[in-house]
């Protein structure tokens, strides 16, 4: 257990509202990742960050923004959000085991429908 | 963009049957990492290979990295109702700025009835 959460769990939105995800991490670790997942696509990456305001875009960016003003805690932001945004959102972070393999764990989801 | 083929994507089976599920691509990763995930909660990693041709067994389950590090594979051995799940293979590559990068297939949603 890395010690991740996620909030909302679930949440319902209209069209054209802007939504905000919080991911919540206790461990201090310095990567964090927020994932999207459909069915058929695995997880696609949206964005990360490396440090305290120092984030960038991933696979599938477009119509999300996120911030990270401390260590612990990373939002995703859809700005107005669309019917294609519907899914579920994984919060990660990055841990450095003694075998200097990198390894990511996931938080629990949110599951966002956008009607 | 570097791109994991998983197959298959869906596979029922019963009790006690073996099974292979593969994850295929034309990039080659610093490692490979293979996740389960259940309903209603986020994946959780099994196992991570490093080395090429390197064979890691996690009780009935034995996962392989192809020698050129560009595929993997997991072997289920006499599968029971609780290996039921999604199975996600990882492509993972180091960037600097972002750590350790993953790239996923697309999963394996896994049936065993009983």
């Known amino acids: 257990d890395a010690g991740i959460t996620q909030s909302p769990r679930h949440k319902v939105t209209e069209t054209g509202t802007p939504v905000t995800l919080r991911c919540h991490q206790t461990?201090?670790?310095?990567?964090m990742y927020w994932y999207r997942q459909d069915p058929g696509h695995g997880l696609r990456l949206i964005h990360y960050s490396y440090g305290v305001k120092d984030t960038d875009k991933g696979e599938v960016s477009d119509g999300y923004s996120v911030s990270r003003s401390k260590t612990e805690d990373f939002l995703l932001t859809l700005e107005s959000a669309t019917s294609s945004q519907t899914s579920v959102y994984f919060c990660?972070?990055?841990?450095?085991?003694?075998?200097?393999?990198?390894?990511?764990?996931f938080g629990p989801g949110t599951r966002l429908t956008v009607t | 963009t570097q791109l994991l083929e998983q197959s298959p994507q869906f596979l029922s089976i019963q009790e006690g049957e073996n099974l292979t599920v593969y994850c295929n691509s034309s990039s080659v990763f610093s490692s490979l990492q293979w996740y389960r995930q259940e309903p209603g909660e986020g994946p959780v990693l099994l196992v991570t290979?490093?080395?090429?041709?390197e064979v890691k067994k996690l009780k009935r389950l034995t996962f392989q990295f192809g020698d050129a590090r560009k595929d993997s594979s997991l072997h289920i051995t006499a599968a029971q109702p609780g290996d039921t799940g999604l199975y996600l293979c990882?492509?993972?590559?180091?960037?600097?700025?972002?750590?350790?990068?993953?790239?996923f297939g697309g999963g394996t949603r896994l049936m065993v009835k009983p």
């Open positions: 990882a492509g993972a590559f180091w960037n600097n700025n972002a750590g350790n990068m993953l790239t």
């Open positions: 461990e201090n670790h310095r990567y």
């Open positions: 290979v490093v080395t090429g041709g």
């Open positions: 990660a972070i990055s841990v450095v085991p003694p075998s200097e393999t990198y390894e990511q764990y």
